[in-house]
Structure formats: structure tokens, C-alpha cells
């Protein structure tokens, strides 16, 4: 769940943050002039105090020179990372190419015990390992997964925990490799290396900091889109977790989401975050051991909206309870919480935007299946939408599934459920759906799903039949002989339809018969098929008078023969 990398609305370069320094923080952006005239004994002429291409490379001289100096070291970090972060992509190429990350790692080595100094280089590496472009990697990111750079960030982390100026830029650094291993394998994003723990250990001691808590978030975030390994450690408790006291590290995702009510960026990654881990179902069955996840998101979607900017953050929460829907002992609780009122809202709000739209069809079709939640969507405006929904993406075939699997749900042993989907517009919006979508077995599956339970009520049988279906549902029968569930509920679809004069006359023509004479002998092994199919032939029959056609070809009747041979205690 999510994608994308570490660019928000406010830009992916690192930003300075006084307010988040630590004990002794001194450390500021300073230019080349003030590296290379703060300390006399360089030597260096004044050629060398003049801004250009020369910068970086004065400024790398200046520290394999003087290496012990921890005041010189502070400084020129800081010029590189002014540099760095320059609009002209050329300086942070002369960074790199002059062995920049090299040397800013020999002086976090050597300088470990000074937190201004680590705090510099730290940011410096930060402002080299941020892509240039969406959706590709760094030459920074490359050149400190191949050094020893990550090492000496979690070693600083780990040393400086106090400092939480350290501990942003740590996670800057953590976040940007996480991301630069979703696009190139061999980039090591510190997982292995304890980078998950240190980050979460970072986000407990700094609480109250915001600029750490984001970046912390969007490193765990990060991280866990690359492995279902991950997943599992954010969640665990117990041996082996990642918070205090055994607790799980995602304990630290929602106190930041609730202390940082109003900073969207925080609680927009931190949606992400729970969209991701409740993608991979053992992670999503530990997060369901709690009604916080599902509180958490209610009261943010609620709080936020009317904010015009939180689409995404919309997006990510949906994304995150329709997951967590999928598990009967989370039914009740987002009942409760007003999960379906709120996402309605949400897909009124977002009418546009697709993806909201078919995470919220998914939530509402997996709330379905019990008898209480079906009720309260039928209560609701969720129906209406859904269909609303179905029209606006007629294409999109995801959207089409989930909202054919709700209304399947809806029309099973409800009057109430059928009525709801009765209107030209919700029959003829499933119709079309098994049109459009005439290559995926499971809109067909699902939408035939609808025209059972409709059929199943009589008096909903000559509507359903004149919609369509009639020529839909066998063509979805020939189009997928292969595929046992659609088959049998295709059979049965077919069935109760047939017992209407109207529908019993349309399904005797030759090319409506050959998919249900063809499921008989394709799916011999399947009851459900062979006991529906028969029973079709059975309906149909009775419409035949002396001299009509014979319903059934000289090569047809053994299949029914083999039938009740294959299934001699089926009543």
C-alpha cells in the first residue's frame, strides 16, 4: 500500500531547523569564505575565497588537510551542504566526484564525540543522498551504501540520542536510502543494520519534535514498502520488537499522529505508513489486535475533511481500513467508529479521484459480509454512492469488481439489499460493467454474484431478465470455461432466472444453451454446477410443446447421465 518517494508538498531537500537543535547546538549554514578564513593556517590565498566551480574542491582540500580540526570539520560540512543543496545541480557533482562522501565519513569517524560536528556532516550527507528526480536514484545514495556512511549515521544516532537536530537528519538520511532500495536491490537501506530500531528509538526520545517524528515516519514508511520482513518487525511485540518495553514500534506512528494533530505532512506519511504495513495480512492481523489503528484514522479523516490539500492524506487512511477490513474482528469496531459514514463522505468529497473511490468499494464490500454492517450500509448513503461511483469509472475494472462484490452482498437474503440495486441505474451499471469487462473473470464472477441474489426474489426476476443479463451472464459462461466459482454462480444466476416464461424463452435459443451444456461437461467435479445446470434444463423444459426443437442435442444427455452418476446422494 502507497507508493512514491520522499518529495511532499514542501520539497524533499533537507531543511535546517534551528528549533530542533541540541545541547551545545552552534552549528549554522556557513559559506566557503568563512571555512576558509576561520582558520589562518590553511594558508589558502584569496583566489580561494571567490564562489566557484572551485568551491568544493577548496573545501575537500581543506579537510584532508586538516582532519583533526573539529572546528575547520564542523564548517566545511556545513559550506557542503550549502552547496548541496544549491539549485545548480553541477555543485553537488563536484561534490561527488571529488570524493565528498568519503570525506565527510573520515570526519564522523574521527570526530564522533562532537555532536556539532556530526550534526553538520550528517546533513551534508543528507543533501547528497536527495534524488534530483522522481523515481531514480541519487549518485549520493550509490556512494554512501558503498562506503561505510551508513554505518557511521546509525553509530552517530545511536551516540547522540539526545540530539535531535542528529536524529532528523539520520532519519533524512535512512528515508532517502529506504527509497533509493525500492528502485535499485543492491542499495543496502540499513534494515540489516538495526536502521529501523535507531529510528524508532529516535521518534520515543524526541516526542515532541516534529521535524523528527516526519522524517522518522517517512524512513519507517520507506523501509516497509521494501519487505514484508519489515512489516512484521514495525508490529511485533514482545522479543525482538522496536519500542520501549516490548511494546510494537507502530505505538510510536500513532502518538505522533495524535500529538501532531495539525501538521499534515506527519499525519500523511503516517497514513501511508499503516496503508503499507496492513497491506501484508499477518502484520495487518497483529494491528487488529487494537481499535487505535481504526480510531486513529476515523478521527483524522473526520478532523481533515474540509482541508482542501488532504487528498492524499484521504487516500492513504481509506487504504488503510479497507485492509484492515478484510478481518471479521475489525467488522464491528469500524461499525462503531462510523467508518461507513466517514468514508461516504469521503468518495462525495473525492468524486474524481479513482483510487479513493475503489479502496472505498473494497471497505464497503468487506464490511458486507455480515449481517449487522449490511444493514448499516443499507441505511446509509454508501449504495447510492457506490453506483454513482460505478458510472463515473466505468472502465476501471478494480472499481467495478469491488462495487459489483458489495451489491452481491447487498441483494443475499435481503429485500431491503435488492430494492437498493433495482433502479435502472444499479441494474443496468452491473450490466454494463460484465460488458465493458468482458476479460476479467472476477467482474464477471461478481456482477453475476448481483443478478443471483436479485433473482433469487421473484418478483425481481422479468426486471433482471429484460436488463440484459440474459445475454451477458452465458457470454461470460463461453468466455471463461475454465473458471469453476464463476461457473457455478453463473448456473445459478441462470437458474433462478429461468423460472420466469420470459427468460425461459430467451435462454432456449442454441447460443444460450451451449455455455451451460459446456459448463456440465467442463466442470463434472463441481456440485454446485452439475445441480444448477440441470436445473436450468430442467426450467426450460417445460417450455417445450410437441413438435418444438428439442432442447437438448443427442450428444447432450449423457452430461446429465454423468451427473447423476458423479453425485448419486444430491437430492
Known sequence: GGSGG????????????KSCGGPNDSAADTNVTAVVSSDAATGMTAQHNVPGTEEAPVILYCLHAYP?????NEKAFNALFTLATSVESRRKSEILSNNGVKCIVDGLWRHMEVPTVQEAGLFALWALAVSEESGTVSKGAKSITEGRALDATLICMQTHLHFPSIQYA?????SCLARAAKLEKKIDDGTSSGAMFQVVCALDMHSTTSPVQEWGIRALANECENSTTNKMNLVRKGDGSLGDGGDSGILSIYKAMKRFSGELDILEWGLRLMHCVSSYENAALKMSASDQPIDRVIEILEARKRDPEAMRLCEEGIGALSNLSAFEQ????MR???????????????????RIQVLSCRLFANLAITKDSRAAILRSDAPRIVLSAMRAFSTCGALQEEACRLLRALCTESSDGRASVSGSAGISSVVRAMTIHTDSSKVQEQAAGVFAGMASEESWCSLVASSGALATIPKAMSD????RSLQEICCIALRNLSTGSDAR??????DRLEPIIRALELQEESEVVQENACGILWNLSTNMSRGSRPLLGPGDVKHIVKAMQNFPDSP
Open 6 to 17: 520522499d518529495s511532499s508538498r514542501h520539497g524533499s531537500t533537507p531543511i535546517r531547523k
Open 68 to 72: 583533526d580540526n573539529p572546528d575547520l
Open 170 to 174: 539520520g532519519c533524512g538520511i535512512l
Open 330 to 333: 475489525n467488522n464491528a469496531p
Open 336 to 354: 462503531f467508529a462510523g467508518t461507513i459514514k466517514t468514508v461516504s463522505n469521503s468518495m462525495m468529497h473525492y468524486p474524481r479521484v479513482e
Open 480 to 483: 471463461h470455461p475454465q473458471d
Open 505 to 510: 424463452n430467451e435462454l432456449s435459443a442454441p
